[in-house]
């Protein structure tokens, strides 16, 4: 059973960072796509993040590049997004969610219609 777990969402004042982990069960990383959406209150669902099987793709969204590190940990089958220098607009619901097309690469990445399963979400506020 595939299941995503996402955690370490919160609240943070502006310039603050936070670290969001995606917990992956039922399938291995290194066969699987895994991407990082938000949505926020009245916008549509957007791709933040993505990361290819291999790990040598990746995708960042222009508003969060240079700010945003998606990294992952095969052993742990855990992708991590460390935020930093995070803005009241990155508040959202942060989604991970994993394609079995492992191979994507680039802007294919970021397309959410490839994406299998999702998780619950977790609530990032920026907010002084």
């Known amino acids: 059973q595939v299941q995503l777990v996402e955690s370490g969402g919160g609240l943070v004042q502006p310039g603050g960072s936070l670290r969001l982990s995606c917990a992956a069960s039922?399938?291995?990383?290194?066969?699987?796509?895994i991407g990082w959406f938000r949505q926020a209150p009245g916008k549509e669902r957007e791709a933040v993040s993505c990361?290819?099987?291999?790990?040598?793709?990746?995708y960042y969204a222009d508003s969060v590049k240079g700010r945003f590190t998606i990294s992952k940990d095969n052993a742990k089958n855990t992708v991590y997004l460390e935020m930093n220098s995070l803005r009241p607009e990155d508040t959202a619901v942060y989604y991970c969610?994993?394609?079995?097309?492992?191979?994507?690469?680039?802007?294919?990445?970021?397309?959410?219609?490839?994406?299998?399963?999702w998780g619950q979400g977790t609530q990032v506020t920026v907010s002084s």
């Open positions: 969610a994993s394609s079995p097309r492992g191979y994507l690469a680039g802007n294919y990445l970021a397309f959410p219609s490839l994406y299998d399963y």
């Open positions: 039922g399938f291995t990383l290194d066969q699987h796509a």
């Open positions: 990361i290819n099987s291999s790990g040598l793709s990746t």
